[in-house]
């Protein structure tokens, strides 16, 4: 045979020999199958950021739309309140979070109509992710990675219309001391500083404020709130009646003097006639009147509020109880909602108002002074309907 026929005959052999093929084409493969698995990675790891970038964009707006409705911060600082809490969600997954919030922008909107104050927040963030693996071998380096969310905040206007009346305690335990100091100049020159404690009744009317402050804010031109007040200790004082915002019971609690026993019966049957009283036209009279000024019904509230335990009867049993737990189970009955809250009260007090409250959210124990401001700002804002809710 010859040389050309050997070798033909050898590259004729080659040719249809299959053994090698399986490895030859693994090593084609290889690279590309390890390429997209790297790709794929990216892709995952892109879309896991985006979400991640989406959360902490959506909770810096109602973090900044909740604040700025709660007067934490205003429409000058949010933009700086809303960056910086992005930053701080998003430090746990990138790391440096300088561009982050250097690319972060927010915006924050004021709307104020007779229904009060409400805030429109924007957040939009974005940042550069490095990519890895085939991304990088066909020319991608890196991805942006970019969310935006919108809140609406305030006041709702649904249902603003609110009637309110406050039954407050002012027994002689409501003299004692807290333990929330103050400070105050003394000496004979006024050359000192010296310490004081706050007693019951003043954290009292500082705990009332705060609820009238929520109110005020959510109706600030007096057309959507009526509130009303009456004291009580052993008796029932002359209240101050249901009329339009919350002046005539911000004078008559800071007017209040800590003296004598705990009976919160009568007190609770003002509050309730008050808030159901009849017109000359024999029509509910807070009804008429709120439907008079806005087309609204009105949501009722008593807010009963005590440090103590009703003391016994004349003689000797509980019917200071019976009668205002009756009285609590007539307002109930009649849609009235009853927040309660025991102030630093002995646990016959506690059940009391865990009885007439509506709910248990509805009842508060208030074992500190910052305890007491907190609930009364906390049932400030939830009379007054105040909500916060993503839009996008």
Not at 102 to 129: E, P
Not at 132 to 156: C, D, P, R
Not at 179 to 204: H, P, Q
Not at 336 to 359: H, R, S, W
Request: net charge neutral.
């Amino acid at each position: 045979m010859s040389t050309f026929q050997a070798l033909k005959s050898s590259l004729s052999r080659l040719r249809n020999d299959r053994h090698g093929n399986f490895g030859i084409i693994s090593a084609v493969l290889l690279p590309v199958t390890i390429g997209a698995g790297a790709l794929a990675v990216d892709i995952t790891n892109a879309a896991m950021a985006k979400h991640q970038l989406q959360e902490a964009s959506d909770a810096a707006a109602l973090a900044t739309a909740s604040a700025l409705a709660d007067g934490k911060i205003d429409t000058t600082t949010a933009s700086a309140f809303a960056k910086d809490f992005v930053a701080g969600q998003m430090a746990n997954f990138i790391g440096d979070t300088t561009a982050l919030r250097n690319a972060t922008t927010a915006t924050a909107t004021k709307t104020t109509s007779s229904g009060g104050a409400s805030y429109s927040v924007s957040v939009s963030s974005s940042y550069s992710m490095d990519l890895s693996g085939l991304a990088q071998v066909i020319g991608f380096k890196t991805t942006n990675i970019g969310a935006a969310s919108e809140t609406a905040s305030g006041y709702s206007e649904k249902q603003g219309s609110v009637s309110i009346f406050l039954a407050l305690d002012k027994s002689g335990s409501m003299g004692e001391l807290t333990t929330t100091t103050y400070s105050y100049t003394c000496g004979r020159n006024n050359n000192k500083t010296c310490t004081g404690y706050y007693t019951k009744i003043e954290a009292l009317k500082l705990a009332v404020g705060n609820l009238t402050a929520e109110l005020d804010k959510a109706d600030p031109t007096h057309i959507y709130s009526r509130t009303g007040a009456v004291a009580y200790d052993i008796k029932t004082y002359a209240e101050t009646a249901l009329a339009w915002g919350t002046s005539g019971v911000t004078t008559y609690v800071n007017a209040l003097v800590a003296a004598n026993g705990t009976n919160s019966s009568g007190a609770m049957n003002k509050a309730y006639t008050s808030l159901t009283a009849l017109n000359n036209a024999g029509n509910d009279n807070e009804t008429a009147l709120h439907q008079a000024k806005t087309q609204q019904t009105p949501k009722k509230y008593i807010v009963f509020m005590t440090d103590g335990d009703n003391n016994n009867d004349p003689s000797g049993g509980r019917s200071y109880d019976t009668l205002t737990k009756d009285t609590c189970n007539t307002a109930k009955s009649k849609g009235i909602e009853i927040y309660t809250v025991a102030f630093m009260a002995p646990e016959n007090g506690q059940a009391l108002l865990k009885y007439c409250a509506t709910d248990d959210n509805h009842y508060f124990k208030a074992e500190s002074m910052s305890d007491l401001l907190s609930a009364f700002k906390e049932i400030g804002a939830k009379t007054s309907n105040q909500t916060t809710r993503l839009i996008n």
